[in-house]
């Protein structure tokens, strides 16, 4: 009988459990523990190393989420088949949440918003789409469903990623040497890109001072990527106009952080593209079956890259 291994550390992990087991009838799915048996397969979500030395057999492992950087901190073996969420319906939300805020600041929503807690009626002038490109950085499943939402309301639309990427209706820019010409370039910021040793930190005083002037950043890629102090600085010069974060380097973000009262940053606990139970192990339960069929799946992470 196939045997599948869940480790999900801090959750109640009994609900994926059960809802693998209805979708996988012909297997049998249990809770980790601490000295059971190898597995044919695993689901995790940030698992000790303990799980890792132990389910090191395994024929591939099956990350709850798209990414993978907390299982790249482990010491995991060269051998693991490592596979990541396509979507799972997370690219929606990503979509949605990316243009919300998109449209907050290009409207200028915010302001409206203070002026009616004071009763103003005043309205400001339009903007012209034309000249507020958006730059997309990291060009995955994610990257491009967002940039053809943001297509959708008009935008003109950047992309960066570290390799070649064809996206239709992007400008895409490419590799280290074309990143200060995308910068340049963009007036709405948005991050996508995974956390790897190359990427982190990458948004810092050098790469966001060259951003247009009054430029803004959406990032909902990880919290690491970010030199926060370099951001409110920036913020505080008057070179970015503000700021929307749902992911930081130490979370939950502190009661005392800079971010939660600066008046041109916008807040969310990392809720812009959660996880949603059903869709994701019904992607598992059909990556598995592929699998056990000798077919290839999608969403392999190459180790040596991190993503």
């Given amino acids: 009988m196939l045997q599948v291994s869940l480790c999900y550390p801090g959750v109640d992990p009994a609900p994926w459990r059960d809802g693998l087991q209805c979708l996988l009838p ?82 200028e929503l915010d302001t409206y918003e203070q002026r009616a807690r004071q009763g103003e009626w005043r309205q400001q002038r339009p903007r012209s789409r034309a000249d507020f490109p958006v730059g997309i950085m990291g060009l995955g499943v994610l990257g491009q469903r967002v940039a053809q939402a943001v297509q959708g309301f008009g935008f003109p639309v950047l992309g960066w990623s570290r390799t070649p990427r064809a996206c239709p209706g992007v400008q895409t820019f490419a590799g ?6 995308f910068l340049a370039a963009t007036r709405m ?14 948004l810092n005083r050098r790469t ?31 070179h970015l106009a503000g700021a929307t974060l749902d992911v930081f380097d130490a979370e939950p973000l502190a009661p005392c952080h800079a971010f939660w009262q600066h008046p041109r940053v916008q807040v969310t606990p990392h809720i812009s593209a959660q996880t949603l139970e059903r869709d994701s192990l019904e992607q598992i339960a059909g990556k598995i079956r592929a699998l056990e069929r000798g077919e290839p799946v999608a969403g392999v992470v190459e180790l040596t890259r991190g993503y």
């Fill in 26 to 107: 012909e297997g049998r799915v249990r809770c980790w523990q601490a000295g059971d048996p190898l597995a044919d397969y695993g689901v995790v979500w940030a698992p000790p190393q303990q799980f890792v030395d132990e389910q090191a057999g395994l024929k591939a492992v099956f990350n709850i989420g798209a990414g993978v950087d907390k299982l790249m901190q482990l010491r995991l073996p060269a051998q693991w088949k490592l596979v990541r969420l396509d979507d799972a319906g997370m690219a929606l939300q990503m979509a949605e949440y990316v243009c919300h805020a998109l449209i907050r600041h290009f409207r």
């Fill in 176 to 181: 280290s040497q074309a990143l200060d010409d």
């Fill in 189 to 202: 910021l948005v991050c996508l890109l995974p956390l790897t040793p190359d990427t982190r930190q990458l």
């Fill in 208 to 238: 966001l001072s060259r951003l247009r002037p009054g430029a803004y950043l959406v990032n909902v890629a990880r919290g690491a990527l970010l030199v926060e102090q370099d951001l409110l600085d920036l913020l505080d010069s008057g």
